[in-house]
């Protein structure tokens, strides 16, 4: 079954797509069934750019372990470099 759960976050950021950097200011937060990682729901992260949305868009389908052990690193990274 469909969650239908998701979240907009405004970002400022970039990413490499097809060997061009893209300028990203949105990222859709999905929590639904993946099409390519194993399992029943994985994270689904849609980064864009309003402007471009569709050639813009950069997709990443994680596990809930994946995205616990990334949350975790990116918080010792941040407390490191006392970002937070």
Excluded: W
């Excluded at 750019?49 to 995205?67: A, G, Q």
């Amino acid at each position: 079954m469909c969650t239908m759960i998701a979240e907009r976050a405004k970002i400022n950021a970039s990413g490499k797509k097809n060997d061009l950097q893209v300028t990203l200011d949105s990222c859709d937060v999905y929590y639904d069934h993946p099409d390519h990682v194993d399992g029943e729901h994985a994270i689904i992260l849609s980064f864009n750019n309003k402007k471009d949305p569709i050639n813009s868009r950069i997709t990443l389908e994680l596990t809930s372990e994946s995205v616990i052990e990334l949350m975790e690193k990116i918080n010792i990274a941040l407390s490191r470099g006392k970002l937070v």
